[in-house]
């Protein structure tokens, strides 16, 4: 009697020990496996990751410290396997530095995390509207890309793109496609060190002219259709081997087609980790809360641990919709 006894509680002992581990594994898949995460080196992307990084330790991954990096070395990294994911991966600016170091080959990037984020160039509207200009091309007139010049050369001073970004490059193709060489000059740099100084020529009474991204905190602070507005280029110019039609539906062209950004990861370690990659494909976030939180970024000095609880705030906020990705990541992994 003693020995049925015995048996028995080991007997349910066992299962309950094998229901738990199963039921851990169920809602644990990434237990045990680390990931590394990498952004770039502007600070308004953090929010976004974080979003990221926390869906996959919900998911029971070992999330490192997300490690500041430049694009290029991003894509080069997760390639080489040395990290795992980068969140903000723009299509298609960010084709070539992606097919570069590998494509569809070596990553795996399905779904769009963010949609509709819009790129061009941009001048202040009393000088749009005093000289009548709309398009960037109108600046092969020498009088007319005085206006902006700003330090003495003759040129059009553009507030340009980081070198590494991949904007850059699109808009040194751009110069050349339309004839401004001889009278537009990108100046290239710390971004926000160079946008600080347009903002303060703004508010000094003097033209500006600038490219910039949405969502980003610039326009929040130069407001286009107030404050500055959208110049439009003569025709699609996209430099990257395949014609691509930039004009929008209702016919304008800001010379950028309206991008993307996805979750790009190592393809062979999110084959290993369907419960990872089904997440990042099923992942969406509204460009409009990104641009509400780095103008919070902007509008006040906040430390990291203020973006990772903003971060947290917008989980709480959307838990309906991040309780969906985990059982559906959940599910993927429970199929493989």
């Known amino acids: 009697m003693n020995k049925r006894i015995i048996l028995g509680t080991f007997l349910i002992a066992f299962m309950g020990l094998s229901l738990s581990s199963a039921a851990s594994a169920t809602e644990l ?24 990084c ?13 490690k500041e990096v430049d694009y290029n070395v991003a894509y080069t990294s997760i390639a080489a396997g040395d990290a795992t994911f980068m969140a903000v991966s723009w299509v298609p600016l960010h084709d070539v530095p992606y097919k570069a170091a590998g494509g569809d080959n070596i990553f795996y990037r399905k779904g769009n995390y963010v949609v509709n984020a819009a790129q061009g160039y941009l001048i202040d509207k009393k000088t ?16 007319l890309a005085k206006l902006f010049d700003t330090n003495g050369d003759g040129k059009a001073d553009l507030t ?16 050349t496609a339309y004839g401004l060489e001889n009278t537009v000059k990108q100046n290239q740099g710390n971004y926000a060190v160079m946008m600080a100084d347009t903002i303060a020529r703004y508010r000094a009474g003097k033209p500006i002219l600038y490219y910039t991204w949405t969502p980003y905190w610039v326009s929040d602070v130069l407001k286009p259709g107030k404050d500055v507005i959208w110049l439009q280029v003569p025709f699609s110019a996209t430099g ?14 800001y010379g950028f087609p309206p991008s993307s950004m996805r979750i790009v990861a190592n393809k062979a370690w999110a084959e290993k980790n369907p419960a990872a990659a089904k997440l990042f494909a099923v992942m969406t976030l509204p460009i409009t809360d990104i ?46």
């Open 128 to 143: 749009a509207e005093k000289y009548h200009i709309t398009n960037i091309a109108q600046l092969k007139d020498p009088k």
């Open 240 to 253: 990257e081997g395949e014609p691509l039609n930039t004009q929008l539906p209702n016919g304008r062209n």
């Open 29 to 52: 898949p990434g237990k045990g496996i680390s990931v590394q995460p990498l952004q770039s080196t502007i600070s308004e992307e953090t929010f976004q990751t974080l979003i990221v």
């Open 291 to 336: 641009s509400a939180q780095n103008r919070l970024m902007h509008s006040a000095k906040i430390s990291e641990a203020d973006i990772k609880r903003q971060a947290e705030d917008w989980i709480k906020s959307h838990q309906k919709t991040v309780d969906s990705w985990l059982k559906t990541a959940r599910k993927a992994a429970n199929k493989a």
């Open 160 to 175: 340009g793109c980081k070198p590494g970004w991949g904007c850059e490059s699109a808009i040194n193709h751009h110069l």
């Open 54 to 66: 926390s869906a996959l330790e919900k998911l029971g991954y070992d999330v490192k410290p997300i």
